[in-house]
């Protein structure tokens, strides 16, 4: 069965400390990955997505990283600001004919307190 | 910058009724999505839709739901007999040929 993992669960960091959230998934062929930000009550908005041939992709303050081989993804957040609370969900997806099949995450819940 | 809109953003409705959440892609996508998100559970995959026609649903999706892109610039959702459980944040989502999907702001759909 597909299933995209995420850890930790929840997460309170001070403002201006990193952070890195974990995404493991089992998801079969693989096509791209991507991390979205959801703010509570909204849409998701995609940050970062990487194929499997990319290990790194940044996007301002945000660098996400791609294992092929173990499955394995990570978000890291530096210098984090206020407005970085939000949910971060990892998306994996499968290409069915150019349809794109997507698996959600159970999301990484991230708090920012000054 | 264009942006997928979802109307209305909220809706309250009785159980057994029937209620449509309307969606405008951005206007040169072609590949449109619905998902829904229980609240505070993940975001679930409903339906894919592309060329006309439903091209993958997902076990939720059942004889309950239907979509349609009736005049070339809306696509809709409708839910013919409301359940309980379909309480929901209701997000539609599309894309062009590349692979990001731009997400719409919800519908809170809540069935009492």
């Known amino acids: 069965k597909n299933q995209v993992e995420q850890s930790p669960q929840s997460l309170i960091i001070l403002e201006g400390k990193n952070c890195t959230l974990q995404?493991?998934?089992?998801?079969?062929?693989?096509?791209?990955l991507r991390w979205y930000k959801q703010d509570t009550g909204r849409g998701p908005v995609s940050l970062t997505i990487?194929?499997?041939?990319?290990n790194t992709k940044s996007n301002g303050r945000y660098t996400a990283t791609l294992d092929a081989d173990t499955k394995q993804s990570s978000l890291h957040i530096t210098a984090s600001q206020l407005s970085d609370s939000a949910s971060y969900i990892c998306?994996?997806?499968?290409?069915?004919?150019?349809?794109?099949?997507?698996?959600f995450g159970t999301g990484t819940k991230l708090q920012v307190i000054p | 910058e264009p942006e997928v809109t979802q109307t209305p953003s909220h809706q309250v409705t009785q159980m057994g009724q029937e209620v449509i959440l309307r969606c405008v892609p951005i206007?040169?996508?072609?590949?449109f999505y619905w998902y829904r998100q229980i609240l505070g559970q993940k975001v679930e995959f409903l339906v894919s839709?592309?060329?006309?026609?439903?091209?993958?649903k997902s076990e939720i999706f059942d004889d309950q739901f239907s979509v349609e892109r009736p005049d070339g610039s809306n696509f809709t959702l409708k839910i013919r007999s409301t359940k309980l459980e379909d309480s929901a944040m209701y997000f539609c989502?599309?894309?062009?040929?590349?692979?990001?999907?731009?997400f719409g702001p919800g519908t809170r759909l809540l069935v009492l």
């Open positions: 990487m194929t499997f041939s990319e």
């Open positions: 998306v994996v997806s499968q290409n069915s004919g150019g349809y794109q099949k997507v698996t």
């Open positions: 206007s040169n996508h072609l590949y």
């Open positions: 989502a599309s894309k062009a040929g590349g692979e990001t999907q731009y």
């Open positions: 839709f592309y060329n006309n026609e439903i091209s993958e």
């Open positions: 995404c493991n998934y089992t998801v079969s062929p693989f096509s791209n």
